[in-house]
Every structure is written in structure tokens, then in C-alpha cells.
């Protein structure tokens, strides 16, 4: 039973980083990391140490998912020229 709550919350955890940083917006992605943090560190513990464990797993998912890079693009146009560019927004 230990090995399948290990292998669940190992699972949860590397999930924060990628669910987390599917928004360009950082405070979304800090919430997500939030509640799948509280939500991997809820299956560990028993008692008050679940309860330390899920505000821990909140408090790291939150910083995780609040720094997971933006990958969204933008397209410019030189307004002189009338080339256009990509860009991060």
C-alpha cells in the first residue's frame, strides 16, 4: 500500500510542472500548483502530518507552477517596414 501512495504522489508531483505552466498567466498557474500540490500531499501522512503534508505540497506546488516559463508567441508588425516578427509576449 506504501509503494502505490509513493508512486501516486511521485506521479502528482511531476504532473505540477507540466499542468501548472499551461496559462500565460503566472497567478492560474501558481493556483494549479497549488491544488495539485495540496492534492499529491494529502495521499501522504496521517492525521495532523497530513495536514502539514498538504499545505507543504500547496505551498510547493504553488511556487513551482508560479515559475513555469511562458511559451506563448506573438506576431509583430513593423508599422515602417511591414515585416512582421514572433516574439514572446
Known sequence: ???????????????????????????????????????????????SGRTAATLAGAAIGAQVGANQPTTRMCTYRNTQTGQTYQAAC
Open 1 to 47: 500500500m506504501m509503494i502505490k501512495v509513493a508512486g501516486l504522489t511521485v506521479f502528482m508531483l511531476a504532473s505540477i510542472g507540466m499542468v501548472s505552466g499551461c496559462s500565460d498567466n503566472q497567478g492560474v498557474n501558481a493556483g494549479t500548483g497549488a491544488l495539485l500540490g495540496a492534492a499529491a500531499g494529502s495521499q501522504v501522512g496521517k492525521g
